[in-house]
């Protein structure tokens, strides 16, 4: 079992949908839970930080750790066409990040 | 102030050849990373090195090798590239190696080997 498992999608929606991008992850040490986003031949940059449990918003975006079940969410409310990119989720411990596939998102106007 | 920068921005190479992937950091982080990127497999670790003079393995290490002769530069080296080292390379920075620490990556690099 990989550490991390993200759905690769592509995942399309219309514009204004809420979107829920999703992460499992198998090792219960892991504390540090982060979103990343990659647009098209870029480099990805943080989105999103979560310590241990609980929520984080920001702006139109949720960040979500179940640490009870291993699982971590992103939401994106009134989603955009600029939303358009590829969202990695990046979980650590006290080891250097492991990152999930990525899921590639499309926002159509 | 630049972030990191990455050389070249991409490159075709011939199998068998060797080839250094530039990567240099304006931040002071004291940790560095290489990632390669491919279709169905996202991001993985190639080396890291949490501070200047040291470096460590991560999770595909074979064909390739660094050094960090100093803070600022973490070259990636392949002594002798195949087919399959074709990707897309990315370098990244950290303050620390505490995994709570964000990474600052550069733009990348796309390789070809023919």
């Known amino acids: 079992q990989k550490e991390v498992e993200q759905d690769p999608g592509p995942l399309s929606v219309p514009e204004g949908a809420i979107v829920s991008l999703n992460c499992t992850y198998s090792?219960?040490?892991?504390?540090?839970f982060m979103w990343y986003r990659q647009y098209s031949r870029k480099g990805p940059e943080l989105l999103m930080y979560t310590y241990s449990s609980g929520n984080k918003e920001d702006g139109r975006f949720t960040a979500q750790v179940d640490k009870s079940s291993k699982y971590i969410s992103l939401f994106i409310r009134d989603s955009q066409p600029s939303d358009s990119a590829t969202y990695l989720c990046a979980i650590s411990g006290n080891t250097p990040l492991v990152f999930g596939k990525g899921t590639r998102l499309s926002v159509i106007a | 102030i630049a972030g990191i920068t990455q050389a070249p921005t991409s490159q075709i190479l011939a199998a068998g050849r060797r080839m250094t992937l530039r990567c240099t950091q304006d931040?002071?982080?004291?940790?560095m990373y290489w990632y390669r990127q491919d279709l169905g497999l996202g991001l993985r670790l190639i080396h890291y090195?949490?501070?200047?003079?040291?470096?460590g393995k991560g999770e595909v290490p074979d064909g390739y090798s660094v050094s960090r002769a100093n803070t600022d530069d973490f070259p990636l080296t392949l002594a002798s590239a195949v087919p399959s080292q074709t990707s897309v390379y990315f370098c990244?920075?950290?303050?620390?190696?505490?995994?709570?620490?964000?990474?600052?990556f550069g733009p990348g690099t796309r390789l070809t080997v023919l």
């Open positions: 090195s949490n501070t200047a003079g040291t470096t």
């Open positions: 931040m002071r982080h004291n940790a």
């Open positions: 990244a920075s950290s303050v620390g190696t505490s995994g709570g620490d964000t990474q600052y």
């Open positions: 090792n219960s040490a892991f504390q540090y």
